[in-house]
């Protein structure tokens, strides 16, 4: 595996590829763990090149604690590319991908209002400000994101279509422990005991899908709050239409609801979602 740390660079070596050869890009923040594995296998079966890149982004944080604390494995991380055959780790510095000043300003319309956009004020522009300079850098053909961040998704194809970019973005479904926890990298800050807890939040996510059937959406959104409060701090759960994200008041306003979570388990705030649509044609 080749190792870049410089946008230059490797912006470079991709101009000097065949014509026609396809690039999958996996953008993510280190602390790598069966998740990224997953994205990482798909874009190599689909592409000539397979691009990972680690970059803690600084601009996505709205606290500064949390990017002190986001877990660093770089050698695990590096060894686990290479077992996956994954061509090129681009590992650049906040001085070069933040060369310059300027900032684009973004409006994300009802995608970008509640929940994660609600918790973490300025999150999402932290993270169209890097996927777009990634994008512009690398300019890859298809980019692959997980589900679990459902809401980023979501502003990942806004901004692909805002902006022209070309790149496919592809999302995969979330990759879950035998005990249906959503693999996180912030899984890695949680002790045995509140691992072992923290799947309570996908029973949760469940009950609510098996549920709909007998209460209104917020109804049931607040029951999940509630029992989530016993042993976590949530911070929203909340039944959205998974397009608009728009909060639903009756389960008409939408043919694609879905439920979304966000709680800190001790000082770890894990996030997770679940579509609510039962039937075979599950989307
Ligand atoms: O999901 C993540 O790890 C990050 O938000 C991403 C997409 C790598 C952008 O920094």
Redesign the pocket.
Known sequence: MQIFKSSPEISDYLKSLHNGQTVGFV???GALHSGHSALVERSVAENDITIC?I???PL?FNRKEDLDTYPDRMQADIDLLEDLNCHILFNPSKEDIYSDESRLTYDFGSIGKGMEAEYRPGHFE??AE??HR?FNILKPTRAY??E??YQ?LAI?RWLTEKYAHSTEIVGCETIRDKSGLAMS?RNYNLSAEEYEKASDIFKTLSYCRDNKGSFQPQELAKICFDMLSVDFRPEYFTIADQFTMEPLKEWTDSEYPRAFVAAYCGNVRLIDNLSLITNKNEK
Do not use: A, L
């Open positions: 953008p993510t923040m890149s970059f803690v982004n996505q932290g993270v890097v996927i990634f994101f997980g679990k961040d980023q990942v990298s």
